[in-house]
């Protein structure tokens, strides 16, 4: 039967409902004489009347057409609509009344009121009855998308309006993380809490779910697709409210909410299993917990079952809004969850938590890492990873941690910015411990840049996209080695697991992608076009701004050559220079007593003493930085 209402055509359609809607006049006028206790003149009515009816029918079909009702979709039947039904209502009363006297009918003015409320209450409630026959005929047929929308605010609403001129998606529902919106109706629809998704999914049959939460966190978008998809669901999402037009225009925006779509390469998640052996049962600590990569760490461990899991962090706010999302996830495992506040420079504290929460584990991701940032504030962004990572490292070997794993990056191989070789400087340190023997194992992993971590540039494209452009890019030439937050996260988690001691494990993650490309793909994945040279008439114009202070064209996962298999097959082992120990000693020595004093020129001439390969980018804001490396060349050149 549904097939068959499917194939009717718009004509067809608009006839049925003009049919239904002049039949129901007679009905009415008999249930109005009923109301009136004049059941015997029912009869007479429809015997010695039959041209009144006539006449009102023909009226009826009149105004019917002429307010536009039958022509509207049902599931559009509402407001407005609503509206012009009473004024059709009435305006059948009005000629109602003028025949009867006409035709001398004898009925009272009474009568006409109340076969215009009769008939205005038939047609609202004959098209609310086909609404929910439909609605349940859809509901039940593999034909249709059945979907909710996640986020009940002015997006939302809007989004549920335009998808009412959808033929094959249905709305059933909202669902919205604000408990005051849970059991309230907006536009018709029930809002459900988010939690409760599944529920929603099993009574109304959902198979799709658009976020429509524009304002959200990349990283928070991320955290409920998985969330999401975990229920079996179709998940997408809509870009910001200010690009909402047209219903066409805004079907075709609709787009995988994950940020995996935006690679050019499959996503490795479903081949890299999690190596949760290591972690079941065990205390974890996870530094830098409140960032987007010790995040998603914390919430892949938590998946494994460990017994205590430790959240380590600086930010107040960052550790308050992890601890809340971990304990939600904790229920269901058992998992303890203590939060620490503190900083990993701050040793004492660092070996009271590790000796009291008797930790196994430490996955250390604490670290400042956007660039332009650390290179305007050598000190500070030095001594945070480079000397951290050294407190760190050598209290979770002092503690007898079992396992100790460096998130590093690849701005690390042959940095051209502070923040890679202070990156660098952390791996050496981490280095030289493993080979000494203990009875912690230590090893490293290389991230690409992450895609949707905080400072990452997809965050940065959506909000410039959002604003109607332009998007910026530094250099058209510049290209980078992605990953997903989920592939980085199962990357720790892997090496960790398999790890013998002072390994530096990268992904493979193919060929490095240009950084203008990917905002080509933003911003036509958003519903635009993108304006340059090739496309003028282009709706968002990409602006080139020229490199920032310290970062490179192309980025490196290796220095040395002969990578090695290991027992993953996108996971590589590559093999890397170290420092001896007594070198790494005395570097940290010099740059505590440089910390200390404040020098930020001796804080990187010792950082250019220990990474060899450290060559800072000449420009006027770097000159400090390229002034000490000269000095220190000089100094290194044997005397002719």
């Known amino acids: 039967m549904l097939k068959t209402i499917i194939s009717l055509s718009r004509m067809q359609k608009v006839l049925i409902l003009l049919a239904l809607d002049v039949a129901a006049v007679p009905v009415a006028l008999g249930l109005s004489l009923l109301l009136l206790g004049r059941r015997a003149e029912v009869h007479d009515l429809f015997t010695r009347h039959l041209p009144l009816i006539g006449i009102l029918m023909i009226a009826a079909a009149a105004?019917?057409?002429?307010?536009?009702?039958?022509?509207?979709?049902?599931?559009?039947?509402?407001?407005?609509?609503?509206?012009?039904?009473?004024?059709?209502?009435?305006?059948?009363?009005?000629?109602?009344?003028?025949?009867s006297g006409f035709f001398d009918t004898g009925l009272p003015t009474g009568f006409h009121i109340i076969f215009a409320l009769v008939y205005f209450v038939g047609f609202f409630v004959s098209r609310r009855f086909l609404v929910r026959l439909l609605t349940e005929m859809y509901r039940r047929s593999p034909v249709f998308t059945r979907a909710a929308i996640y986020g009940a605010g002015r997006t939302g609403m809007a989004l549920a309006r335009e998808l009412r001129k959808a033929d094959d998606l249905v709305v059933y529902a909202f669902l919205d993380d604000n408990a005051t919106l849970s059991g309230m109706n907006v536009n018709g629809l029930p809002i459900y809490s988010g939690v409760h998704a599944g529920r929603v999914k099993d009574q109304f049959k959902i198979n799709r779910v658009i976020l429509a939460m524009p304002s959200l966190s990349v990283d928070?978008?991320?955290?409920?697709?998985?969330?999401?998809?975990?229920?079996?669901?179709?998940?997408?999402?809509?870009?910001?409210?200010?690009?909402?037009?047209?219903?066409?225009?805004?079907?075709?925006r609709l787009t995988p909410s994950r940020p995996s779509a935006l690679l050019h390469r499959d996503a490795l998640n479903e081949t890299m299993v999690k190596?949760?052996?290591?972690?079941?049962?065990?205390?974890?600590?996870?530094?830098?917990?409140?960032?987007?990569?010790?995040?998603?760490?914390?919430?892949?461990?938590?998946?494994?079952?460990?017994?205590?899991?430790?959240?380590?962090?600086?930010?107040?706010?960052?550790?308050?809004?992890?601890?809340?999302e971990m304990r939600v996830l904790a229920e269901t495992s058992g998992t303890e969850i203590v939060s620490v506040l503190g900083s990993i420079c701050d040793g004492v504290h660092v070996a009271q938590v590790l000796a009291a929460q008797e930790i196994a584990v430490v996955l250390h991701a604490a670290a400042y890492k956007h660039v332009p940032l650390v290179e305007m504030n050598p000190r500070v962004g030095i001594a945070n990873n480079v000397l951290g990572t050294a407190v760190l490292a050598r209290a979770a070997r002092e503690a007898g941690v079992r396992r100790f794993?460096?998130?590093?990056?690849?701005?690390?191989?042959?940095?051209?910015?502070?923040?890679?070789?202070?990156?660098?400087?952390?791996e050496l340190i981490v280095q030289e411990l493993a080979a000494r023997a203990s009875g912690t194992i230590f090893s490293i992993v290389r991230f690409g840049n992450v895609l949707g971590s905080s400072g990452s540039v997809i965050p940065r494209f959506q909000e410039q996209i959002s604003r109607g452009g332009p998007v910026t890019v530094t250099d058209p030439r510049v290209t980078r080695y992605f990953m997903t937050i989920e592939e980085a996260s199962r990357l720790v988690l892997l090496a960790g697991s398999f790890a013998a001691g002072g390994e530096v494990y990268v992904l493979d993650m193919g060929k490095p992608q240009k950084i203008v490309d990917l905002a080509r793909r933003m911003i036509e994945a958003a519903g635009y076009t993108a304006r340059d040279a090739a496309n003028p008439a282009g709706d968002i114009e990409i602006v080139i701004t020229g490199l920032r202070p310290g970062e490179?064209?192309?980025?490196?996962l290796m220095v040395r050559r002969g990578a090695q298999a290991t027992a993953h097959p996108k996971i590589i082992r590559v093999r890397e220079d170290s420092l001896s120990q007594l070198e790494i000693a005395a570097a940290l020595r010099d740059l505590r007593e440089a910390v200390d004093a404040g020098d930020d020129e001796a804080v990187i001439a010792v950082i250019a003493r220990a990474v060899r390969e450290y060559e800072p980018q000449s420009l006027p804001e770097t000159a400090l930085q390229c002034r000490v490396v000269q000095a220190r060349r000089a100094a290194e050149r044997p005397a002719e």
């Open 63 to 99: 105004l019917v057409s002429l307010s536009g009702i039958n022509r509207q979709k049902l599931k559009d039947y509402q407001g407005d609509a609503i509206t012009r039904s009473m004024l059709v209502a009435a305006g059948l009363g009005v000629v109602a009344a003028g025949m």
């Open 220 to 252: 928070k978008q991320t955290f409920i697709a998985r969330r999401l998809e975990k229920l079996g669901l179709e998940v997408q999402t809509l870009p910001a409210f200010t690009q909402l037009y047209g219903g066409e225009e805004l079907m075709g």
């Open 275 to 324: 190596g949760c052996a290591a972690y079941t049962g065990a205390n974890v600590l996870i530094s830098g917990a409140g960032g987007s990569i010790g995040l998603e760490l914390c919430r892949q461990v938590i998946a494994c079952n460990p017994a205590r899991l430790v959240l380590f962090e600086q930010s107040e706010i960052a550790l308050y809004n992890a601890e809340a």
């Open 405 to 426: 794993v460096l998130v590093s990056s690849d701005k690390a191989v042959r940095p051209g910015n502070l923040m890679g070789a202070s990156k660098r400087m952390a």
């Open 552 to 556: 490179k064209l192309h980025e490196e």
